[in-house]
């Protein structure tokens, strides 16, 4: 049976898992886990945290003390047991979150990456104490475990409270750190929404937290733990992104548009790192804006499971909704250039293409698959820098040219914490590309890379 999953990663079958309970023992009400892609499928239930089920959790929270080298052999053993789980994480990962086959692979790739890379960084200096990790459903087991394992690694203890929309996910995965040897009062998992998050930071037994989600949440949890916590518990914050990318017309077209249509349109475009609005120069603007759309008819959108599937459901309808209506005021404005028809059984939102002038024409971020697309004439690339870097934002930016100095010129004052020159610009490398934005993309610093790990100790190394 397991020769046959492993030459049939994608069979059916294993996606197709039966359902299951996500519990926060003893715990609130109890809710249903619909899959986003077929609604008549429930998922699993989930027990929720309440605000007394997080002051227990914080007041039995112990720090785990083991010495570094019993942290970091868990933490590997941790990540064997996510690699021996695959066919479980995937058909979660798939059912739950809307992945697809390839957003699920390269999902769980990272988990382990993360695992092993903070494990292998584990060292005896003195922990913080207690860690609130609050994670968002786009990367359900990624970001989620990224956290919980860097704030281990660094001996924290901590309490882990993922979206309200991926709490199964999150439940298996504490499940498998708990069977790899991590103490059950150094990890506990506190299902629910804001109310949760606001518990927890404010929660005078919490001595830092790490959060992953929107800025405005991040603001919200910064000014909660000014008023409640310690003075000086550290904030990690990654946020969003309004992320742009420049084609001159010495870009080699198949190139860029298969980079562009990864950009935007991959994880239906549920990706802080996405591709939100694409600079063309003027010349060749018509030929690649048409190369594009063609590549943009070959995206087959369906249920994630589907080898065939290259776009999958947006998380839930309040997403859909939002999206929609992005796209409706814009169909009313005449500057909808491309869209398509979804199926109608899960929340889907077609890959649609959005005219603008300019970066500035976005009010905010849209995360899903909507790609807006400006010119440009080669005398105003750096009013075009001047605005991406107006936004605020700077997560990633991409660059798809032929000149080695404009790669120079552009990347000094391009202000983004990941810059990729003639590629997608989604993705990072736990170790040696790690990820991050500046401004009102986050705190710092990068996740999976060398300064992460010391922001979760109490006596930042030197390294
Ligand atoms: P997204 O747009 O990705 O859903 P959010 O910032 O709303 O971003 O959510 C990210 C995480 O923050 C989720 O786990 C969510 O439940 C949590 N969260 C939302 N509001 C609060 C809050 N006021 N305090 C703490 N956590 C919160």
């Known amino acids: 049976d397991a020769v046959e999953a492993a030459r049939t990663p994608f069979a059916r079958h294993l996606w197709q898992a039966s359902p299951m309970t996500a519990t926060a023992a003893p715990g609130g009400e109890t809710a249903a886990v619909i899959n986003p892609a077929v609604l008549s499928d429930t998922v699993g239930q989930v027990t929720w945290a309440t605000p007394e089920t997080v002051a227990r959790a914080a007041e039995s929270a112990r720090r785990w003390q083991a010495p570094a080298s019993e942290r970091r ?77 860097a704030a281990l690694a660094a001996g924290n203890a901590v309490l882990a409270k993922p979206a309200e929309q991926t709490p199964l996910i999150a439940h298996r ?5 708990h069977q790899a040897g991590v103490p059950v009062s150094a990890l506990q998992l506190l299902p629910g929404a804001g109310d949760v998050g606001t518990a927890l930071t404010s929660n005078p037994n919490v001595d830092g937290v790490a959060f992953t989600g929107s800025t405005e949440t991040a603001q919200i949890i910064h000014q909660t733990m000014a008023e409640h916590l310690a003075p000086g518990a550290p904030l990690i914050a990654e946020t969003g992104g309004l992320n742009a990318m420049i084609v001159d017309s010495t870009a080699l077209p198949e190139q860029a548009v298969t980079a562009i249509v990864e950009s935007a349109f991959q994880s239906a475009g549920q990706r802080c790192s996405a591709l939100r609005c694409l600079y063309v120069q003027e010349d060749i603007a018509d030929d690649l804006l048409t190369m594009l759309q063609g590549a943009m008819d070959a995206l087959v959108i369906g249920e994630p499971w589907d080898v065939s599937t290259d776009v999958g459901p947006v998380i839930d309808a309040e997403a859909r909704a939002d999206i929609a209506a992005h796209i409706a005021k814009a169909q009313a404005e005449g500057r909808v250039l491309k869209t398509y028809s979804t199926p109608d059984n899960g929340h889907f939102i077609a890959p649609t293409l959005i005219r603008v002038t300019g970066i500035a024409d976005l009010e905010r971020e849209v995360f899903g698959p909507v790609l807006h697309v400006a010119s440009f004439k080669a005398s105003q690339i750096d009013a075009v820098i001047d605005a991406i870097n107006a936004t605020g934002y700077g997560l990633t930016f991409g ?8 790669v120079q010129h552009v990347s ?34 990068k996740a999976g890379g060398p300064h992460y790990l010391p922001r979760f100790r109490s006596q930042p190394a030197n390294d």
Request: proline share 3%; glycine share 10%; aromatic share 10%.
């Open 399 to 406: 660059l798809q040219t032929r000149i080695d100095d404009r």
């Open 412 to 445: 000094e004052r391009i202000k983004a914490g990941n810059v990729y020159v003639n590629r997608n610009q989604i993705g990072a490398i736990v170790g040696s590309q790690p990820f991050g934005g500046e401004g009102l993309s986050g705190t710092g610093p």
């Open 173 to 177: 995965a504490v499940s498998l750190l």
């Open 73 to 149: 052999a868990v933490l590997n053993r941790a990540a064997d047991l996510y690699e021996d789980h695959f066919g479980e994480i995937f058909a979660l990962l798939a059912r739950e979150a809307g992945k697809t086959q390839a957003d699920a692979v390269a999902e769980l790739r990272e988990a382990v990456d993360f695992l092993r890379y903070y494990g292998a960084h584990a060292d005896d200096s003195a922990a913080i104490g207690t860690f609130a990790c609050i994670s968002p459903w786009n990367f359900p087991l990624a970001i989620f475990t990224g956290q919980i394992a």
